[in-house]
C-alpha cells in the first residue's frame, strides 16, 4: 500500500479548515508545520472546532512511518490566559499610581526651588526626588513586562550608548561629574528589543552618577564583543555584595535615597534577552557592571 506523504497529510488538515492558523494563511501554516516536523520539536496549535489547544508530537517509526501523539492542553492555555490578564490588571493600576504620582511631585520640586535654600528644603528636595526616580522605576518596570518578545527584534548597543549618554549628560554635570561614550563607532547589532535595553541601561548609567565621586568620568563602553559596559570611580562594591544588589529592593548602601528597584530591573531585562552581567572593581575605587550578549546577531528574546 502506498505511503501518504506527510506534507499532503499536513495540507488536507490545513484544507479542511479546523486548525485557526490555517484559515488565515494555510501557506504559512503548512511551512510552520513542516519545518517543526523536520526538526523532531512539539507543535502547539488551536482547534477552532470546540475551541481546544493541542501539541503534537511527530514520532518517527523503524519502517519510516510517522505517528503523532496528541496532547489537550485547553485547560492550561486558560489557565496562562487568566493569569496573563491578572498581570495585565496590576501593570496597568501601577502605571496609573505613576502617572498620577508624577504631576504633583514635579509642581512641589518647583514650589521647593522657589523657597530659601536651607539645609531643610535641601532636604526636602532629596526625599521629592527619590520619590520620582521611584516613580520613574515603576514606570519602567511595567514597560519592561509589556514588551513583546519577537525573536525577529534587532538593537544596536552603540545606538543605545549614545541616547543614554546624551539624555543623561545634563545629569551628570549638574552633579559635577563627566560622562562619555567609548569603544568602537560602527553599530553592535544583536537580537533584543531596544527600549528595554536602554531602560537597563539607563539605570546603571543612573546609578553610576548617584555614586561616583564628583569631578571624575562616567563611562559607557561599547565592545565590538556584544558587550556594553557603565563604568564609575569612586565606590566599589564588595564581592558579598554582588550576588544581592540585583534583588528587588535591596540596596548596596542604604544610606543612599531610592527603593532599590533600580537593579532589578537591570536584571530583569538581562534574563529576559538570555545576557549576562558581570560586576567588577576599578583599582582605586569604582565599579564596573559589563552586560554581555552570547554573540552579535545571535541572541533571542526569552518567553516571559
Known amino acids: 500500500m502506498p505511503r501518504t506523504p506527510f506534507e499532503d ?150 545606538a543605545i550608548g549614545t541616547e543614554v549618554v546624551k539624555n543623561l549628560a545634563p545629569l551628570a554635570f549638574k552633579g559635577g561629574r563627566s560622562i562619555e561614550l567609548a569603544g568602537i563607532e560602527h553599530p553592535v547589532m544583536v537580537r533584543g528589543n531596544g527600549d528595554a535595553l536602554e531602560i537597563a541601561v539607563r539605570n546603571l548609567v543612573e546609578n553610576a552618577i548617584q555614586y561616583s565621586a564628583r569631578e571624575t568620568v562616567i563611562t559607557v563602553h561599547v565592545s565590538d564583543e556584544a558587550a556594553i559596559s557603565v563604568t564609575n570611580i569612586g565606590q566599589s562594591i564588595s564581592p558579598e555584595k554582588r550576588n544581592t544588589i540585583f534583588q528587588r529592593f535591596r540596596r548596596a548602601d542604604r544610606r543612599s535615597g531610592g527603593a532599590g528597584l533600580g537593579f532589578s530591573i537591570v536584571q530583569r531585562v538581562v534574563d529576559t534577552h538570555q545576557a549576562t552581567i558581570e560586576v567588577s572593581d576599578v583599582p582605586g575605587g569604582g565599579a564596573v557592571f559589563k552586560i554581555s550578549f552570547p554573540s552579535p546577531k545571535c541572541l533571542k528574546i526569552a518567553a516571559s
Open 9 to 158: 497529510l499536513v495540507r488536507a488538515v490545513a484544507l479542511i479548515g479546523i486548525v485557526s492558523e490555517a484559515q488565515e494563511d494555510a501557506e504559512a501554516y503548512i511551512r510552520r508545520r513542516m519545518d517543526m516536523h523536520r526538526r523532531q520539536e512539539p507543535f502547539l496549535q488551536h482547534v477552532a472546532e470546540g475551541d481546544r489547544w493541542v501539541i503534537i508530537h511527530d514520532y518517527k517509526t523503524a519502517d519510516g512511518n510517522v505517528f503523532h501523539v496528541r496532547t489537550d492542553i485547553t485547560g492550561q492555555k486558560a489557565a496562562e490566559e487568566a493569569l496573563r490578564k491578572s498581570e495585565e490588571k496590576h501593570r496597568h493600576f501601577y502605571e496609573d499610581v505613576a502617572h498620577e504620582l508624577r504631576t504633583p511631585l514635579a509642581l512641589l520640586r518647583i514650589q521647593f526651588d522657589n523657597l530659601e535654600n536651607t539645609e531643610l528644603i535641601k532636604s526636602l528636595k532629596k526625599d521629592v526626588d527619590d520619590m520620582s526616580r521611584l516613580v520613574s522605576q515603576i514606570m519602567a518596570t511595567t514597560q519592561i513586562d509589556s514588551f513583546s518578545g519577537n525573536p525577529n527584534d534587532e538593537a544596536d548597543l552603540r
